[in-house]
Every structure is written in structure tokens, then in C-alpha cells.
């Protein structure tokens, strides 16, 4: 079945550490690939996107995710967290070639930083 | 520079109650989406559009209506209100079907059914 999957419910992280959230799809055709950001009480704020090209993608805040065709997956890093990073975070994707068609989301990462 | 913006950012419904959750956008957007986010369950798709006039149904579409006279106004109405339906709601829009652009998300409505 096509799928978005997040692995992980819960990472904390120490600040100042690297951070690497997973993202797995199950697409026939690479779908574009997305990664979205939540803070407590808010909406959804893109980081990033893929849809062709170069398999590492900058973002904001210094986020970054790199696309791997053969593991069909599209992690999320950053090198040194901030406590500020501490949110919830969404892999999303839109099946390409397909119509009516809208972003389909995993069920999310949250993201907690200690001191 | 709104955005989408959605009203009322807080409700509370007595079951079988209705009502209209708005949603509004000023950047010209032809596709506009609905999503509920229920805890753990990342979002899911309700009702999406892609113009005015035309409307279609997502993941979740049972409990709800919409429509779309305007480019700007994607209202979600709830007809007989259900504790199922207690959820955060979250509208947003794009240029293209791809979202090449990404999605522009309002900021919710937290609803609450009781």
C-alpha cells in the first residue's frame, strides 16, 4: 500500500547535538517529497522540498534532507540543535502522476531538546 | 500579507450542533485543502478544491460539507456535531496541484465536541 512512514514518535536530542529524523515512502513513482514543521499551537511551516536533482536539499533554519532513491526514504538532519528546534515534525509527499491528488503526511516526529 | 486565515481559532459544539468553520486566503491560490490533525495521526485530508466551483473528497470527507463560491473562501461546514469530530482543523492553499510552492497552512481552529 503507499504509505509515508515516520519511525520515530519521540526523539530527544541534547542541545547542540546533531539531529537526523527518518522518512520512509512506499510510491511506485518518487513522489515530491516534503518536510514540514510545527510549533506548539501552530501550523505547519515548510523546511524543505525535493522533486528532482540534487539528493541533498537545503532548507531554513538549517535544516537539510537528503533523498535516497534505493531506500526510498528522505531523512531530516541538522548538525547542532537548538532549544528552539523543539516541535513537531511532519515527512510529507504528493504522488506524482496521479490526479486529485493532495500532500499525504506521516504521523510525525516530535522533537524535544535537553539541556 | 495574511495568508490564510482561519476563524474562530477556538470552538466548543454540543453534539448535534453545526456550524461553519471559514477559511480565507489572499494569494490568489486556486487549490485550498482541509486537514484534521488528531494526536499521533500526523494530518489527513477532508475535502480539497481546485477552483471555485469545483470541490472534491479527501481521506475523512464523512461528517462535513464544502463549498467554494470565491478563489479566496473555502469554508468546512459541520453538520450534526460528533465527539469523533473534536480535532484541530487546519486550512491551507497552494498555487499548483504539485505544491511545488508547498502548502501556506492557516494557524487552526481547535474544536471541541462534548
Known amino acids: 500500500a503507499q504509505s509515508v512512514t515516520q519511525p520515530d514518535i519521540h526523539i530527544t536530542v541534547s542541545e547542540g547535538a546533531s539531529l537526523e529524523l527518518r522518512c520512509n515512502y512506499s510510491?511506485?513513482?518518487?513522489?515530491?517529497l516534503f518536510w514540514y514543521v510545527q510549533s506548539p499551537g501552530q501550523g505547519l511551516q515548510l523546511l524543505l522540498k525535493?522533486?528532482?536533482?540534487?539528493?541533498l536539499v537545503q532548507g531554513i533554519k538549517g535544516f537539510e534532507a537528503e533523498f535516497k532513491r534505493s531506500q526510498s526514504s528522505f531523512n531530516l538532519r541538522k548538525p547542532s540543535v537548538h532549544w528552539s528546534d523543539a516541535a513537531e515534525y511532519f515527512c510529507?509527499?504528493?504522488?506524482?502522476?496521479?490526479?486529485?491528488?493532495?500532500?499525504?503526511f506521516g504521523k510525525g516526529t516530535t522533537l524535544s531538546v535537553s539541556s | 500579507n495574511a495568508g490564510v486565515t482561519q476563524t474562530p481559532k477556538f470552538r466548543i459544539l454540543k453534539i448535534g450542533q453545526s456550524m461553519t468553520l471559514q477559511c480565507t486566503q489572499d494569494?490568489?491560490?486556486?487549490?485550498m485543502y482541509w486537514y484534521r490533525q488528531d494526536p499521533g495521526m500526523g494530518l489527513k485530508l477532508i475535502y480539497y478544491?481546485?477552483?471555485?466551483?469545483?470541490?472534491d473528497k479527501g481521506e475523512v470527507p464523512n461528517g462535513y460539507n464544502v463549498s467554494r463560491s470565491t478563489t479566496e473562501d473555502f469554508p468546512l461546514r459541520l453538520e450534526l456535531a460528533a465527539p469523533s469530530q473534536t480535532s484541530v482543523y487546519f486550512c491551507?492553499?497552494?498555487?499548483?496541484?504539485?505544491?511545488?510552492?508547498?502548502?501556506?497552512f492557516g494557524s487552526g481552529t481547535r474544536l471541541t465536541v462534548v
Open positions: 491551507a492553499s497552494s498555487y499548483g496541484p504539485t505544491a511545488m510552492g508547498g502548502y501556506t
Open positions: 510510491y511506485g513513482a518518487t513522489p515530491y
Open positions: 525535493y522533486f528532482s536533482g540534487d539528493t
Open positions: 510529507a509527499v504528493v504522488p506524482v502522476n496521479q490526479a486529485g491528488t493532495a500532500l499525504i
Open positions: 494569494m490568489n491560490h486556486n487549490y
Open positions: 478544491s481546485v477552483g471555485a466551483g469545483i470541490t
